[in-house]
């Protein structure tokens, strides 16, 4: 991970969520008053979390831990800072995540969840200012996909190494390998 | 693919996403409304797309067939059913993406850019009903979640299939790959 060029990451998830510095700005300002609601979307995160059976095994025996790291993370996302430091940490997290093999859709799950509780709180927060509101929800929405975007393209580029590994292993081309495996497949469907 | 639990598939991706019959009900209504301006929202996603280099070769040459995709897939979101067969059409594009290569966090950024859009027009749209618009907002939200899910989870198990494709043609056993696979690393590191 130490060649991993995180600055042109950053550059590639903020182009590909339009997280502008006006949005970023605004993240930080609305997080002022948005801050003290973070433990409520947590709690309610992990309620919904629970519904999902598929996710049991992952949260079992640990859930005080993650539910202190996921504090954590949403405080830094309303900081409105997404800095080297911030995409080397996301970028950290779509590894672990690999190693502890978590689908890969738990985390746009997550994303969603996060989401549809922050609609909620700042639809109350910024009640007498519904203009400001929607800015502030481009905002959220663009920094989270920021977020996600970097967690998955750590997990794109895990991925892809278990078959690189596998071939330089092997010393199998992956031509040979994409050979065998299209003969292996008409084996396998009897053609 | 057949052996697919798509009901299944459905169940797990709505309890994620908290895509609630009520929710769905309220994109049906609201889409009647939306619909004329998705071909906006078609347009700007593919505006700010061409402004990310990785995604150009996705792209180019095909530009007209893709928005057109993409136009006709935001219709049959906007309709609010999300039934067996769109559960199928979802995983099948998921699919779809692993087979010509695409990174997996390009769906989390498709999503990210037209639900930026979305924000902008819902606003514009229930601009006198600003409690319905966030409602709609959850809603969307929640409808974008669950097929950004199902894709995702497709792609996951395209993935897996790789490597499970791998060891049964060689016979390795997954612990001796595992083996094989860290005692790579260490040599790889010199350690």
């Not at 292993?169 to 495996?181: C, E, H, P, W």
């Amino acid at each position: 991970m130490s060649t991993v060029d995180f600055e042109q990451i950053a550059q590639y998830a903020k182009i590909f969520s339009d997280l502008t510095p006006k949005r970023e700005a605004l993240i930080a300002e609305a997080g002022i008053k948005i801050m003290p609601h973070l433990s409520a979307v947590t709690e309610k995160f992990y309620v919904n979390l629970l519904k999902v059976p598929k996710a049991a095994p992952f949260i079992e025996g640990k859930i005080d831990y993650l539910k202190k790291t996921h504090l954590m993370w949403l405080q830094q996302v309303f900081t409105g800072e997404y800095d080297q430091a911030y995409v080397e940490m996301m970028y950290r997290v779509g590894y672990v995540h690999v190693q502890v093999d978590l689908p890969v859709e738990f985390m746009s799950g997550g994303i969603t969840l996060i989401t549809n509780e922050l609609i909620i709180i700042v639809s109350e927060l910024y009640a007498d200012e519904p203009e400001k509101s929607f800015e502030i929800l481009g905002a959220i929405n663009a920094a989270f996909g920021f977020s996600l975007l970097v967690m998955q393209a750590s997990y794109q580029a895990s991925v892809s190494e278990v078959l690189n590994r596998f071939l330089s292993i092997t010393g199998v081309s992956k031509v040979l390998f994409d050979n065998l495996a299209a003969a292996y497949d008409k084996k396998a469907a009897n053609i």
